[in-house]
């Protein structure tokens, strides 16, 4: 049976017309040649690396995590490609997706800005309580174990969980492949962390200023006193550690509380392949 086929046809011609619309219109305020869509969506992909580029230039002081992040944002660049060549997504939705990405970074770089300017960072509160003692409850939560006694990738899936908990009702990926909304959440989580890390270990004002206390302009905030001995727990130069082990104290009710579901366990496993630590 050919031609005009009822409600479907009409919604899915409706849909490719909207589509055609905006894609033109980013076209030209981009200032780019339309032909199919695929060159806007190019263009905010490049956009997205750019502000990751500069993130990783700026941000990230230890040459290899710089590495190893920049891979990552490539491989999230690839699979959106993919999936719009596969057609599991439209060109409109790989746009959407690449902008909300870039946006992400640049909200995190914002932060950083913002608190170099005006004292404000991370919001410090003391515990009863010492560090080594809330990150082995969300230790043993996981893993039955005391947090010095698990294997490397079991720290950095319970320091991702710790870190995750802290803005988990400022930030959520939607969209229909699975696997880019894993790496979107992962990628939020990896970059705020890295922001709050380069705030509080900066040699000038800016430490002043997370001292002080505040709220960090890109999402994550709370934590402890008690984290500013991080070093003792993760030994230097582990950035996501320590940040864990700050926010540890301010999230960890809601850690111990709540059920660890299947989306939060594939994205602590996606998180140990970056080696940003």
Known sequence: MSGYTGVSDYNSATRAWKDRVYLEEQAKINNINYVDG??????????????????????????NARINYTKKIKEISNET???????????????????????????????????QSQAGAIKMKKVGVSTEDLMDKYSEKLFSKKFNKLSPIEKQKVQY?????????????TIKVKRLKVLGKVLWVVTAALAIYYIATAENKVKESFVQGGTIGGGLAGGTL????????????A??????????????????????GEALYEEAEEFTTWKVL
């Open 38 to 63: 695929t060159e806007v969506l190019n263009h905010s992909i490049k956009g997205f690396e750019g502000a990751a580029s500069k993130f990783a230039k700026d941000f990230i002081k230890d040459a």
């Open 81 to 115: 490609l993919k999936a719009v060549d596969s057609g599991k997504i439209t060109v409109v939705e790989g746009l959407e997706y690449s902008s909300k990405m870039r946006n992400v970074i640049m909200e995190e770089t914002r932060s950083i800005t913002s608190v």
């Open 161 to 173: 969980h710790i870190i995750e908990a802290s803005g988990r009702n400022r930030k959520s990926v």
């Open 226 to 237: 008690a984290g500013m001995g991080a070093s003792i727990i993760c030994g230097p130069g």
């Open 239 to 260: 950035p996501i550690c320590f940040v864990a082990v700050i926010l540890v104290g301010s999230v960890l009710g809601g850690l111990i509380g709540s059920e660890v």
